[in-house]
Nanobody, 115 residues
Framework: VQLVESGGGLVQPGGSLRLSCAASGFTFTGYPMNWYRQAPGKERELVASISSGGESTNYADSVKGRFTIHIDDPKNMVYLEMNNLKPEDTAVYYC?????????WGQGTQVTVSS
């Protein structure tokens, strides 16, 4: 199982970014996918989740209305669209899935929101 994130970077407050996660090594359509983040000195927190097939999504209160998670099943990709970014969104963002063989994480991608 491999999860590879991309799309992070430096953005000004109010800006937007799209994070991508390329998944391989498992039946992508069979499992929920998650985005977590971890800011310096803080615990890792769940940002957004999407059910297998994409019918259901959940978001942390801090990102509701600003972030959108969606999947592209044929491409085995999961995305996190982030709008109206705030300095407090600065963190390393991780793609995650929990499947029958274990709990898997990507290497993370840095998002920095600063003027």
């Amino acid at each position: 199982v491999q999860l590879v994130e991309s799309g992070g970077g430096l953005v000004q407050p109010g800006g937007s970014l799209r994070l991508s996660c390329a998944a391989s090594g498992f039946t992508f359509t069979g499992y929920p996918m998650n985005w977590y983040r971890q800011a310096p000195g803080k615990e890792r927190e769940l940002v957004a989740s999407i059910s297998s097939g994409g019918e259901s999504t959940n978001y942390a209160d801090s990102v509701k209305g600003r972030f959108t998670i969606h999947i592209d099943d044929p491409k085995n990709m999961v995305y996190l669209e982030m709008n109206n970014l705030k300095p407090e969104d600065t963190a390393v963002y991780y793609c995650n899935t929990l499947i029958w063989s274990g709990d898997y994480w990507g290497q993370g991608t840095q998002v920095t929101v600063s003027s």
